[in-house]
């Protein structure tokens, strides 16, 4: 059960004053009033969770944003910045009592400048139109998260999104230089830009990942790089997951970080085959598709190179996509793995853990017992270079009581990948989802330093509340230091 | 005063303990940067030369933990035994640091990651700040805290690693850091281009990141720098590729085609090329010495407008431009900072060989607008509230 920050009555009341004061900063169409209107905003990507906002907003510029939150801050209302509104995790889930801010009118790509790889974009534009945007050079944003045709820059930076080519490429954070961005006191304020490591404190590198709590996202500036002039796929096949497994640590441990490199459990296999027929082989229990990009004589050597690793651990089968077709074929079945999950069951939760890369075999028979445990049926994608599991756990919500035990299931899920040195999410962030279970990975201690980052950013932690930490932080208890009446930390120690 | 503490457990009782005399520390790994940034006003040394090693290191989970004060020769000593690296190959810079006398030390990880050290690839690797997984380290209430995790693709909650990355140690101490590794090209080549102008090599060297041929270090040597070098008599500039042999082979070839044909250095001669440029052994050994991060390509007008105000400035250019090495050898009361970030425009000047006392007086780091200050001023008080980490390192009062 899901505990958001109890609704500030005074600030209910005051709605219609608040709604007029908007529309004073973002005229017209800009503030969304109604109830039917602001439902479509009631929930992200993440629709077990929902919640009309109090009221939307859609500033057009920079300037209106800093109004609105310098009125927000002063009236102590609480804002939730959305960009698409494509988060798994919930990072947009809107509060009763609060102000969302959707930044889909900014759009454009103000500048796009090949001799120094770099475009400049407003939050709103596409991860997709990024890419589209500078082909012509031959040039390409490498983070590509699967909903990149939908999903924004902005919401990229709020979540560091990753894709299937970051083990090679990075994540958003890698690949982000500047921002613009504004502070919930209404600062405006530039972090790097077209030049290398900006110098001061990395607040760019906390930025980005900070799921909407520290500040709202103006314009971006990012790195592109140029398109790999050719890319091949192999398919194997392995009797086991635990040989896929293997087979990935080997292809690293020689030295060769592929451009992407997938792993799918025989449930995946199925469900994938069955819908956009890829030709992936039936008789195995785990399929490896590794992809090698560059020149071509690099690629044909790597290609050869995997192809004896594979071999040497057992694959039953061993196909390299001899044509472009044929490479996005390989491919055509693990994109559409959800949706051909979608079709052999009503609902799935999608998790999203990364572990060790040696544990995999461990946590798949862990999954199986948890499998029989709860009932449910797990179908497995992962990004294999990267340790980064998507468990999809199968449930029908018609059925009573099944979301909750997938619920339970997923959180079992997640745990697993914290016992056996992991994290929590590899890509989708924490929002809502994952919050109360942040204990798992980190302590008491380690949860308040990270706040009072927090504080430093927003004090009356007004901007995004609710979601990433367990508990809502009070600044002034956090920044208090122990050091009254002589009692330390350490009280019993000499004073050197 | 010093303190040597073996454990994270100590270095909390240390800060703890003297947290209510408001005992300021300056805090050192192997030493080697203490010359590097404002000098440092403090109480007493935390000396954390005990808190060295490697903790763990999974190569092909491409994963390193180990302690801050880990040399970085043994460090990549131990990486290339599995054909591993650091991407960003920090340099060392002891000559550097060295021309006025102060450092010794040994250069470590914790000082290249307080530092955010990067070498040329850089370019295209990116930066130390890239690299860092997650840490355990100890902030000013003398607490124990991690964050990040230790696997290589991870989103849980604030990626204070990044924050810990060039804060030359006035946030928090780290103890102990996890690091994602890569694989060693399997070999590398190098192509001379000679008798470029600096704004034609610029050029050149965009022209050259932007093919698909993965160009993993761009730099240019003006006249005196590459005879410094003795890479050529006249103006070089030198692109670095890396792969498999066959691949290396045909991707200078594709260079050649566009660029025109070129000297080509060898794997071995190629690294020994980019060490001399990584530890700029090609700048005049004389003067103060400024590095420069503009925009790349503005970099060549940059250089010019610096030299017209002061001919005897002498410089040369990494990352395709996105890394100017300047020395001024007469700047003048301020170092040159006044003309130096005035011609800067966009980007960041950091002085980085200068005598103490002019590091001392001059702003070392770019300045910053007044929001950022304050902001950076409210990120510092939240990890150290007394101020005792390295007080004055990165600005005054910072």
Redesign the interface.
Known sequence: MLVMPEPDRVVLDRRAEIVAALQEIVPGEGVIDTERERRAYECDALTAYRQTPMVVVLPEDTRQVVAVLRYCKENGIKVVPRGAGTSLSGGALPLEDGVLLGMGKFKRILDI?????CVVAQPGVTNLAISHAVQG???YYAPDPSSQIACTIGGNVA??S?GVH??KY??T??NVIGVEFV?MDG?????G??????????????L???EG??GVVTEVTVRVL????GARALLIGFPSVQGAGDCV??V??A???PGGMEIMDRLAIEAAEAFVHAGYPLDAEALLIVELD?????VD??IAAVEKIAAAHGATTVRASQSEEERLLFWAGRKAAFPAVGRISPDYLCMDG?????EIGAVLLRMKQLEAKYGLRVANVF?AG???LHPLILYDANKPGELLRAEEFGRDILLLCVEV??????????GVE?RDL?NA??DA??????Q??????DEQSLLNPGK?FPQLCRCAE??R???RG?K???PD???? | MTFRPSSAREVAEIVAAGAADKRALEIVAGGSKRGFGRPVRADATLDLSQLAGIVNYEAPELVLTARPSTPLAELEDVLREKGQMLAFAPPKWRELLGSHGTPTGVPTLGGALACNLSGPRRVRAGAARDFILGFSAVNGRGEIFKAGGKVVKNVTGFDLSKLMVGSFGTLAILTEVTLKVMPRPETECTLLLHGLSDAKAVDVMARALNTPHDVFGAAHLPEAAARRSRVGDGPVTALRLEGPAPSVAFRVGEIEKLFGAGDRLDAEASARFWDEVAEVRALLPEGVVWRLCPTPSFSPRLVETIQQILPGAEAFYDWGGGLVWLSLPEAGADAGAGFVRAALQDGHATLMVAPEFLRETVDVFQPVPRALAALEARVKQNFDPLGLFNPGRMRKGV
Request: aromatic share 6%.
């Open positions: 400048d090949a001799p120094n790889r050079q031959g040039l979540e560091n990753g970051c083990l990075g994540l954070t890698n502070t600062e405006v304020i530039r972090l830009g077209k030049f290398f490591d900006a110098g001061g404190y990395d607040l760019l590198g906390v980005v990942g900070s709590l520290l140029p398109t790999p002039p640590a080997a690293i441990g030295g060769i970080i560059g020149c071509g004589a690099e050597h790597l990364t572990i060790p890369r040696k990004h990267d340790g980064n040195g992991g994290v929590l999410t590899g890509e989708h962030g924490v994952k942040m990975m980190f201690v380690d949860l308040e330093q990270q009072r980052l927090k504080c430093a950013f990433v956090l920044g230091m122990h050091v002589g330390l930390p350490f120690l000499p004073r050197f």
